[in-house]
């Protein structure tokens, strides 16, 4: 019951602190890179998503066959399914009832069906599974909308009916275009063969329905524009998959370099929101898509500015990096505050790459653990995004393979919340969750 208590008032105690804290500065990374500067250090042509081009058999066969061979097996089993229209009742069930799962269950058997054909495609090589990726390429585009129907608020006219005058940018959306944009640059060449128009088609939708709000609206919350509403896990989750677009679907060199900076003028603006000791308010279980994010996405702004974007030092950047390794407990759980539940997946890969790039072995050492648990030596590798699973995958025997540190489970406290983090190492068959801080 002391235990009990003891976390209550903790709870208490940073509940109270997160609403009276004052936000930090805005400008973290606009501090480092101006707009002067970053136009004459833009490489758009560096290498930034790790990943090879279709045509190099060579690389996608070094893919593991306990990786592959299920790739292909689940493309097969694609082939046979149906993409699976998203009717108007659906859409608007969200506002009669409060129930996504109409246009979510749908949407979400859509999205994986093009995900398990594409890596089936790129496994193989043969071609086979292009045609159905080319249906599904134009099944997307001829969507009312890529945004959930939980999403469509940020319409303006707030209905439930998808607008097609007025396309929202929603974490939704961001994530459909991404895959799209990876899908038909990495098969441009079968895809082309097939005919241009497939591949034209897809960036005129993503051009369209994203790239063009992003560029002319600041009326979006999660910008962080607005004082009405503070940004959160959406900013750094819409930037990450907006820049990775306008990499891939931008041809005007003035709106790329627009559209790139204002990328980094809005995560600086959600990284107001941290304070310095690095928690997530909204709780360890949004980790992966916020702070986590910013490992791809400063790892893309690092590339294609030759380096000149040196973030990785920053103290806050740093400490939001290793909060996930602080608040684990064991095995899968985390301290479960805000509307975080108890037990947690966080991405290995980005954990470790997370640590790589702040130099922080005990992080990097977290991720290796992570990887362990998560059935990586048995090459149960997994991710929603694609070019995350498959950097994964790249990454692999690195992470596996590394030695040298044990991940941080000592005593810390986090002043700024008023969190504090005691791990003990008995928590192998249970979890201790947390002892009364020493006096």
Request: some cysteine; charged content about 20%.
């Given at each position: 019951m002391a235990r009990i208590k003891f976390w209550i008032l903790i709870t208490c105690l940073w509940q109270i602190n997160a609403t009276t804290a004052q936000p930090a500065s805005p400008a973290l990374l606009t501090s480092l890179l101006s707009k002067e500067q970053l136009a004459q250090s833009l490489d758009t042509q560096a290498a930034w998503h790790h990943l090879p081009a279709y045509s190099n058999r060579v690389a996608w066969q070094r893919i593991p066959a306990s990786l592959s061979r299920p790739w292909i097996q689940q493309g097969e089993q694609a082939l046979a399914q149906s993409w699976q229209p998203i009717l108007l009742q659906a859409y608007r069930?969200?506002?009669?009832?409060?129930?996504?799962?109409?246009?979510?269950?749908?949407?979400?058997?859509?999205?994986?069906?093009?995900?398990?054909?594409?890596?089936?495609?790129?496994?193989?090589?043969?071609?086979?599974?292009?045609?159905?990726?080319?249906?599904?390429?134009?099944?997307?585009?001829?969507?009312?909308?890529?945004?959930?129907?939980?999403?469509?608020?940020?319409?303006?006219?707030?209905?439930?009916?998808?607008?097609?005058?007025?396309?929202?940018?929603?974490?939704?959306?961001?994530?459909?275009?991404?895959?799209?944009?990876y899908t038909t640059h990495l098969l441009r060449q079968p895809l082309d063969a097939m005919s241009p128009a497939i591949g034209r088609r897809v960036q005129v939708e993503i051009q369209r329905r994203m790239l063009q709000p992003y560029y002319t609206r600041t009326d979006y919350w999660w910008m962080g524009y607005q004082t009405t509403a503070r940004p959160n896990n959406w900013t750094i989750w819409c930037n990450y998959n907006l820049l990775q677009c306008i990499l891939l679907m931008e041809t005007d060199p003035a709106k790329r370099l627009q559209g790139i900076y204002k990328t980094i003028e809005t995560t600086d603006l959600f990284l107001a929101t941290y304070e310095d000791d690095g928690v997530c308010e909204e709780g360890p279980s949004y980790w992966n898509r916020a702070a986590g994010y910013l490992q791809p996405y400063?790892?893309?702004?690092?590339?294609?500015?030759?380096?000149?974007?040196?973030?990785?030092?920053?103290?806050?950047?740093?400490?939001?990096?290793?909060?996930?390794?602080?608040?684990?407990?064991?095995?899968?759980?985390?301290?479960?505050?805000?509307?975080?539940?108890?037990?947690?997946?966080?991405?290995?890969?980005?954990?470790?790459?997370?640590?790589?790039?702040?130099?922080?072995?005990?992080?990097?050492?977290?991720?290796?653990?992570?990887?362990?648990?998560?059935?990586?030596?048995?090459?149960?590798?997994?991710?929603?995004?694609?070019?995350?699973?498959?950097?994964?995958?790249?990454?692999?025997?690195?992470?596996?393979?590394?030695?040298?540190?044990?991940?941080?489970?000592?005593?810390?406290?986090?002043?700024?919340?008023?969190?504090?983090?005691?791990?003990?190492?008995?928590?192998?068959?249970?979890?201790q969750w947390l002892e009364p801080w020493p006096q």
């Amino acid at each position: 019951m002391a235990r009990i208590k003891f976390w209550i008032l903790i709870t208490c105690l940073w509940q109270i602190n997160a609403t009276t804290a004052q936000p930090a500065s805005p400008a973290l990374l606009t501090s480092l890179l101006s707009k002067e500067q970053l136009a004459q250090s833009l490489d758009t042509q560096a290498a930034w998503h790790h990943l090879p081009a279709y045509s190099n058999r060579v690389a996608w066969q070094r893919i593991p066959a306990s990786l592959s061979r299920p790739w292909i097996q689940q493309g097969e089993q694609a082939l046979a399914q149906s993409w699976q229209p998203i009717l108007l009742q659906a859409y608007r069930a969200y506002e009669q009832t409060g129930s996504r799962e109409p246009m979510e269950t749908p949407a979400g058997h859509n999205v994986q069906r093009l995900k398990s054909l594409v890596l089936a495609e790129l496994a193989e090589g043969k071609g086979r599974f292009i045609p159905e990726i080319a249906n599904g390429l134009f099944f997307f585009c001829e969507m009312s909308t890529w945004a959930a129907s939980a999403h469509l608020y940020l319409q303006r006219q707030q209905t439930s009916v998808p607008d097609v005058e007025d396309p929202i940018i929603d974490i939704a959306g961001s994530n459909l275009a991404v895959l799209l944009a990876y899908t038909t640059h990495l098969l441009r060449q079968p895809l082309d063969a097939m005919s241009p128009a497939i591949g034209r088609r897809v960036q005129v939708e993503i051009q369209r329905r994203m790239l063009q709000p992003y560029y002319t609206r600041t009326d979006y919350w999660w910008m962080g524009y607005q004082t009405t509403a503070r940004p959160n896990n959406w900013t750094i989750w819409c930037n990450y998959n907006l820049l990775q677009c306008i990499l891939l679907m931008e041809t005007d060199p003035a709106k790329r370099l627009q559209g790139i900076y204002k990328t980094i003028e809005t995560t600086d603006l959600f990284l107001a929101t941290y304070e310095d000791d690095g928690v997530c308010e909204e709780g360890p279980s949004y980790w992966n898509r916020a702070a986590g994010y910013l490992q791809p996405y400063l790892d893309i702004l690092q590339r294609i500015t030759g380096g000149r974007l040196q973030a990785w030092q920053l103290p806050r950047i740093k400490a939001m990096g290793r909060f996930i390794m602080l608040a684990h407990v064991a095995g899968d759980y985390y301290f479960n505050y805000s509307d975080a539940p108890a037990r947690l997946r966080p991405d290995a890969g980005i954990v470790y790459r997370y640590g790589a790039a702040i130099e922080d072995s005990t992080l990097m050492a977290f991720g290796k653990e992570l990887a362990l648990r998560q059935g990586w030596p048995q090459a149960a590798i997994q991710h929603d995004y694609l070019q995350v699973l498959l950097q994964n995958v790249n990454d692999r025997e690195r992470i596996l393979s590394f030695a040298g540190a044990q991940p941080d489970k000592g005593t810390h406290w986090l002043p700024k919340k008023e969190l504090a983090t005691r791990l003990v190492p008995r928590y192998q068959s249970r979890a201790q969750w947390l002892e009364p801080w020493p006096q």
